[in-house]
C-alpha cells in the first residue's frame, strides 16, 4: 500500500547521504540507548445503510470491518548526544513508514497514520474486510549500526494478505540512514549479485542458473540485490518479500554474506566488526 513511498524516500536519503565504517570509529554507547514502545489499535465497523424505502431486502449486506494496528519500537537517550541522534531516527520512522511530517510528535505521526488507513477504507466501498499491522523493532547490528525491522501484514481485497518487511539501517552515534551503496558501492555491485545468487544456488542445491529457474527462483530474470538488508553483528542478513526472487507460495527468502564473504565487494572504507 505504501511500499513505493518508502522506496522512493529511501532512494533520496541513499543519494544524499554518506555513511563509512572505519577502524577509528568509536562504538555506539548502547547502554545510554533505549528502546520504547508505542502501541495503537483500533477497529471499525460500517453497519449497511437502510434501503432507501425502508423496506427490508432478500440479502442483508454484510457489515464491513478495517482493523489497523501500529507496535514500533522508537528511540531515546538520557546521553544528549545520542539524544540528538535518536530524534533523527526517529523523524526518519515517521517519514518514511508512516509517512508523517517529522515535525509531529510520535505519538501524533501513529495517530494520523490510522486515520490515513481508515479514510482508505471509507473510500473503498467493495472490501468487506481490511486490515493493517504494522510492526517495527529496532536491532542491535555491527559497530555503530542500528538495524530496524519493519513487519507490515495488510489485506485491501485480492485473493489472500499481503505480508512485507522492510529493513532499514542507521548509524547509532548521527542517526543517518545507511544506504545500500554507501556499503556496496555502484562498481561493486555485479560481484555482490554473483556472490548472492551462488549462495541461493547452494541453499537451492541448483548447480545452475537453469536450474534454478527451473525450482521456481528468478523466473522474471537475473539475481536482484535486495535493497532489504541488515549489518548484524555476524552476517549481513538480505532479505527477499515474497514475489521478489519467487513465488507467493514460496514465502520469503533470506540470504546472509559473511563480512569476511563479502568484504570484496564493500566499500574500501569499511572494516569486518
Not at 143 to 170: C, D, Q, W
Not at 210 to 222: C, H, R, T
Not at 230 to 244: K, V
Not at 248 to 273: F, H, R
Request: hydrophobic share 35%.
Amino acid at each position: 500500500m505504501k511500499r513505493h513511498r518508502i522506496y522512493c524516500t529511501l532512494l533520496f536519503l541513499g543519494a544524499s547521504i554518506t555513511f563509512l565504517l572505519t577502524a577509528c570509529q568509536s562504538n555506539a554507547r548502547w547502554n545510554d540507548l533505549e528502546f520504547y514502545n508505542v502501541e495503537k489499535l483500533e477497529h471499525l465497523q460500517e453497519t449497511p445503510q437502510p434501503s432507501e424505502d425502508g423496506k427490508p431486502t432478500l440479502h442483508e449486506e454484510p457489515k464491513r470491518e478495517m482493523d489497523v494496528k501500529v507496535d514500533m519500537q522508537f528511540m531515546k537517550s538520557n546521553n544528549a548526544m545520542n539524544e540528538k541522534a535518536c530524534r533523527l531516527i526517529n523523524d526518519q520512522l515517521k517519514e518514511i513508514i508512516l509517512n508523517q511530517p517529522s515535525e509531529m510528535s510520535v505519538d501524533e505521526a501513529v495517530a494520523q497514520y490510522i486515520e490515513d488507513v481508515k479514510a482508505e477504507f471509507h473510500g473503498d466501498e467493495i472490501v468487506e474486510v481490511y486490515y493493517d499491522h504494522l510492526t517495527g523493532r529496532a536491532e542491535y547490528g555491527m559497530e555503530n549500526v542500528i538495524n530496524y525491522r519493519l513487519m507490515e501484514e495488510a489485506f485491501t481485497g485480492g485473493a489472500h494478505p499481503s505480508k512485507e518487511t522492510t529493513i532499514l539501517r542507521f548509524d547509532a552515534t548521527t542517526g543517518e540512514f545507511i544506504s545500500l551503496e554507501a556499503i556496496f558501492p555502484l562498481e561493486k555491485q555485479r560481484g555482490l549479485k554473483e556472490l548472492l545468487l551462488n549462495k541461493l544456488m547452494e541453499s537451492t542445491h541448483a548447480k545452475s542458473l537453469a536450474e534454478l529457474q527451473a525450482k521456481g527462483f528468478l523466473d522474471m530474470g537475473d539475481m536482484v540485490i535486495s535493497h532489504n538488508f541488515a549489518l548484524r553483528e555476524d552476517s549481513i542478513e538480505f532479505h527477499y518479500n515474497e514475489y521478489d526472487i519467487a513465488p507467493y507460495a514460496y514465502g520469503t527468502c533470506t540470504i546472509c554474506l559473511s563480512y569476511d564473504e563479502a568484504k570484496e565487494v564493500m566499500a574500501i572504507q569499511t572494516v569486518n566488526p
